[in-house]
């Protein structure tokens, strides 16, 4: 009789043990299940995260495009075509990039405007052989940095593209043929329709073609231009300009220009 109930109790312990072991492999089981969903939940979280960052790589990479499409638009012309022997230098922008602020190159056609331009980058004279048929783009590195330079042709179909740029440009040089009388109200007209549309934009006038023995004084040229009247506001400079032999040094006066040019640049900026 004794011997049963010390069998039944040794049962009753053995069935709580387990129960214990049953409870201890369920919990298990339960923190197996919760550590899976964490690692699942990480996992989702790692994915999100890579998926965003992809996301995001892809829409700097079509932007990047895009602008690259959009200034390859804006730089074909010339290079294309392939007429004008300067055309290294030669951009067709259809409109006014926004990274630097442009100095401005203006004048009739024929006036030695790319010609003048060329000879600043080089440091030699150096002639145009052929109009600029649009644009040309010209980058001058400096001791400070680098200017930037948009001839923009004389031509009549070009002129009206000048506006566009004014209100972004700046400087403006203009450029006039010191010996072609004929044309000096035209150059005139010209200079002041551009320089209403920008009432503070610095001026650099180049009186080009001074070796030519017809070539107007500079203080003629002023008076044609009608340069007293171009604004209180604005800084304004007159210089007598040539290029004529191809390959030699650019002249003082050129040499003065260009410093100039640099310094207003600098304090515009
Ligand atoms: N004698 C002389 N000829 C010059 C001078 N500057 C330019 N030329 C000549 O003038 C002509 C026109 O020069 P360009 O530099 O092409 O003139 P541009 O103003 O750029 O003309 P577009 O591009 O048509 O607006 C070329 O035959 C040049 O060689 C100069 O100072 N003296
Ligand atoms: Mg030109």
Redesign the pocket.
């Known amino acids: 009789m004794e011997r049963g109930k010390v069998k039944k109790k040794e049962k009753e312990k053995e069935t709580e043990k387990e129960k214990i072991r049953e409870k201890g492999k369920e919990e298990k089981v339960k923190r197996k299940e919760v550590e899976q969903k964490i690692k699942e939940k990480e996992k989702e979280k790692q994915e999100k995260q890579e998926r965003r960052k992809r996301k995001e790589k892809e829409e700097k990479r079509t932007k990047q495009g895009k602008e690259t499409k959009k200034e390859k638009e804006q730089f074909k012309g010339q290079e294309e075509e392939g007429e004008n022997k300067d055309s290294t230098l030669t951009r067709t922008p259809l409109e006014p990039l926004e990274k630097n602020k442009q100095i401005l190159v203006l ?10 331009l060329h000879s600043l980058a080089s440091n030699r004279v150096q ?2 052989v ?3 048929q649009g644009f040309n783009a010209v980058c001058i590195h400096t001791e400070d940095g680098q200017m930037e330079f948009l ?1 923009i ?3 009549e179909p070009f002129r009206s593209y000048s506006e566009t740029y004014l209100s972004k440009g700046l400087l403006l040089i203009f ?1 006039v043929d010191s010996a072609d009388h004929s044309r000096l109200p035209e150059a005139k007209k010209y200079l002041h329709q551009l320089i209403a549309a920008n009432p503070v934009l610095p001026l650099v006038v180049f009186a ?5 023995e017809a070539a107007y004084h500079i203080t003629d040229i002023h008076e044609a231009l009608a340069l007293s009247e171009v604004g209180n506001d604005r800084k304004m400079f007159l210089f007598g ?4 032999k191809n390959g030699s040094e650019i002249p003082s006066t050129m040499q003065d220009a260009k410093d100039l040019i640099a310094q207003l640049a600098a304090e515009v900026q």
Do not use: R
Request: charged fraction near 15%; glycine fraction near 18%; proline fraction near 3%.
């Open positions: 004048g009739l056609d024929g006036a030695g405007k790319t010609s003048v002639h145009s052929a109009p600029t001839e042709g004389g031509s450029v080009n073609k001074q070796d030519l300009t040539h290029v004529t």
